[in-house]
């Protein structure tokens, strides 16, 4: 496709988002207040961050709505690209330019071990010791796997992959239950009560993992609804809080 045809594709795209919403808007006779909210995301954010934050954002506006769908990153993207989803939060590799990115946050990554594991208590562990486990991670294609493949091959070290699996339940699971360890990413667990969830979070320490960004995205140009911008903006406060002034 040439230039000019990428840009009428973006244009209509904008249009036909923009057009659903007036006419949904106008057929159910809501105002700007009442809204339906179509959400996509990566499997990290589904398990704690946007479960919360739609209920945070439903105690303030009981009359919105919300569809939740959990995909794979890329999905996750064009399905803002092209007006399915109002917004999206994924983790990305390099820059995105198909999208308007609110917010880019460099997340780190976690062991999720036993309470009663060696390494519980401990504030960070290298890659080399993680390895010395056997593991729960992702498939090959995600994110934080080919991160830590990467960072595998550069060390010369050698992985037990005990467990591969894209879900988080899973994985959590399958440390509360002895049969290893597992990496995840943080956002918000490492700040989660151990003693609920049986298990703890060590901090793992390498700069591969610095290269991955979780991102909330919506469609480049597109202006969106109240309610959706509201949530939006909610999320990024969650995600990337500010910072405190000196």
């Known amino acids: 496709m040439t230039d000019a045809g990428s840009r009428l594709l973006a244009h209509a795209r904008r249009s036909e988002a923009e057009s659903t919403a007036l006419v ?32 945070a954002f439903r105690r303030d506006h009981p009359e919105v709505t919300f569809r939740l769908d959990v995909v794979p990153r890329q999905e996750a993207t064009r399905r803002v690209v092209e007006g399915i989803a109002d917004v ?6 390099g820059p995105q330019h198909d999208v308007r990115v609110e917010c880019a946050v460099v997340i780190p990554v976690a062991a999720v071990v036993p309470l009663d594991h060696e390494l519980a208590g401990r504030d960070r562990i290298s890659l080399a010791e993680l390895c010395e486990y056997p593991l729960g991670i992702g498939s090959v294609g995600t994110s934080q796997r080919e991160l830590f493949d990467i960072g595998v ?94």
């Open 88 to 93: 999206a939060a994924t983790y990305t590799m």
């Open 24 to 55: 949904n808007e106008l057929r159910t006779g809501r105002g700007a207040d009442t809204h339906h909210i179509n959400v996509v995301c990566s499997e990290g954010f589904g398990r704690r961050i946007l479960p919360r934050a739609m209920a």
């Open 153 to 246: 091959q550069l060390e010369g070290l050698t992985a037990r992959p005990a467990l591969v699996c894209d879900g988080l339940a899973p994985q959590y699971e399958f440390v509360r239950s002895g049969g290893g360890v597992a990496l995840v990413g943080d956002l918000g667990d490492l700040h989660q009560d151990s003693a609920t969830e049986g298990v703890t979070h060590v901090r793992v320490d390498h700069p591969v993992f610095r290269q991955r960004e979780a991102q909330v995205q919506t469609m480049l140009g597109r202006r969106l609804p109240w309610a959706a911008m509201e949530f939006t903006a909610l999320l990024v406060s969650l995600l990337d809080p500010p910072k405190p002034r000196n």
